[in-house]
């Protein structure tokens, strides 16, 4: 079996450091981190009610345990907006370039289902197709809902997703549910039109195209009609906000409470992209996005019942694979007559082994965790991993670590640090390290699945643990089993 199976996936008989034939914790006596979880109502590790739980359970997006399994890809089949954000440039297009607006070629609705096809055939992972711009999927609603409906023929059980500023949506709301979308993210900003005309300089509604206060004010009272729309009819609803430090930084809270009074399930704080370079209005009049220290701040600040995306990676407009990873390179059109036909069985048999993987990842972490009796200090742990929830990338060839923050009672993701590739080539790249030694700020460990002894040197110079010992284990529980071994550290720096 394992020669179907993708290859960050490892198959349930290599497992050796965790005892998984000890009994399950599980049913109505489940006790996650010393609290009993509710028995009966909720489902899946994050503890949602069964019908949302499956809704998400494969949404990599939706669900920050799902990211470690399934993957998306957007399809650039909508180049047109009708607003302008002060953030935004579509024109800027470069192939390296992994951010929000920008991809290497634009689709028609027959292109992109041929490519999402080519797509299912290769990566079994694939459980979600957005349309995420470069423009707005709704100012090209014919063709976005087109592209949707060969989709929906050709692979009924990819899920829908489709990304907008709110401005058209009121008016696609009935569409909306009656082809199946489940998932709408709406990008809101501010609930203040005046700071809302520090970031749209312009919209064009109704024919006419309007600016300042009057632009803002018309935006606010559509996207909070749209939104409260969705939520009526059951449609799961992610709002992005775009922190941009100095004008809606401190707004965030008022814009988190109207979301979620309006039943939004999911807010993802995402931080503002201003190069220069990319040629924007804020990239060009100095205005800075926030630092990582700042993110965190905003996102708790948001209050401990708030549903947040922290795992986002804001993804070009054509991306495809995992997060974190983008493989639209093999799939451009001109590669899309070489496809392979979709096998359903491939599918199948990755969904059987991630529903066992799943449960013992769960297991192995329930297992690793102590009661919390004493207040802990919290320590960062870097996580290289290329997806299966286990430490399986080694360190040299990770472009992102994903940062959890761990107690011997659990271990929550806070993050993703974007880092260059220690190895490149097969030798060793001394200003690469520089740029990890940066994402790494303030981590305690690195768990890997193979260092080599200079950058293990260099890590340990910065103060900075790296390991290997937990090669191919389950990520939290192994984080929680370092932590309790190296408590003592923790307790050191806090009293530095
Ligand atoms: C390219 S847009 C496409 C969807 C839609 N037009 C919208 O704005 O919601 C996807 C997401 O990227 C965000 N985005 C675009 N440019 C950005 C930037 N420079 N920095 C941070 N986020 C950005 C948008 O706010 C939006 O949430
Ligand atoms: S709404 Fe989306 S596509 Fe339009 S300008 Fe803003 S970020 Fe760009
Ligand atoms: S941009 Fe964020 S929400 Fe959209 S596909 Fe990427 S990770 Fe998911």
Known sequence: MSEHLPTNIVPLSSITRFDVSKPRVSGCSAKSNGKATSCGSSAGPEDLPEEIWAKVQDHPCYSEDAHHYFARMHVAVAPACNIQCHYCNRKYDCSNESRPGVVSEKLSAEEAARKVMAVAAEV????????????????????????????????????????????????????????????????????????????????????KRWEGLDAARILHERQMEGLEALTAKGILVKVNSVLIPGINDEHLIEVNKAVRARGAFLHNVMPLISDPAFGTHFGLTGQRGPTPAELRKVQDSLGGDAKLMRHCRQCRADAVGMLGEDRGAEFTLEKLTEAKPYDPKKREMYLSVVERERADRQKAKEMASAPEKIAETPLLVAIATKGGGRINQHFGHATEFQIFEVTSAGAKFISHRRTDKYCVGGTDDGDAMTTTLAALEGVAAVLCAKIGDKPKQRLAEAGIIASDDYAFDYIEASAITWYAGHKGAAAASASA
Not at 131 to 149: H, I, Q, S, Y
Not at 158 to 178: F, M, R, Y
């Open 124 to 207: 079994p992972q694939l459980s979600v197709v957005g349309v995420a711009g470069p423009g707005d999927a709704l100012a090209n609603a014919p063709k976005t809902f087109r592209t949707f409906e060969l989709i929906h023929e050709a692979l009924p059980h990819i899920k829908l997703c489709l990304s907008t500023n709110g401005l058209a949506l009121p008016d696609h709301v009935e569409t909306i549910a009656a082809m199946g979308i489940d998932h709408v993210t709406i990008t809101i900003n501010m609930v203040d039109p005046e700071i809302g005309a520090e970031i749209y300089p312009w919209i064009f509604f109704r024919h």
